[in-house]
Structures are given as C-alpha cells and as structure tokens.
C-alpha cells in the first residue's frame, strides 16, 4: 500500500504559543495534515506562550 508523503510525514512545533498553535490550524486545513502527524512539545504545564503567561502558570506548584 503506498502513503502520501503527507501521510508518513510529522510536524514538530516547539512551544504552544499562539504562533504554534495557528500554525497547526494551518496546516490542519490547508495542508492537509492530520492531527496525529502533528505534535506541539510545551514545557509549561499551559498552552498560550505569554498570553498563558499572563495567567499566572509560573507560580510555585
């Protein structure tokens, strides 16, 4: 069975940020991505770069 080149390929976003974030929706409807192949690595524990910021998620947990 031959995959598109779509179909084997993943997308990486480093940060959830809302560049990230409209990238992904981009590319979702687009690109013709599927949601699986895409991954977006956050190392906070919210999503939103400094508007999630501005929510305070640096406090001490």
């Given amino acids: ?3 598109s080149p779509l179909e084997i ?3 990486y976003f480093v940060g959830g940020g809302l560049d990230s974030l409209a990238g992904a929706v981009y590319l ?4 013709g991505f599927k949601g699986k ?3 977006i690595i956050e ?3 919210i999503s939103g770069g400094l508007q999630g910021a ?3 998620c640096f ?3």
């Fill in 1 to 3: 069975m031959d995959q």
């Fill in 9 to 11: 390929s993943h997308t």
């Fill in 28 to 31: 979702l409807e687009e690109g």
């Fill in 37 to 39: 192949s895409m991954h």
């Fill in 43 to 45: 190392a906070l524990p």
């Fill in 54 to 56: 501005k929510r305070n």
């Fill in 59 to 61: 406090r001490k947990m």
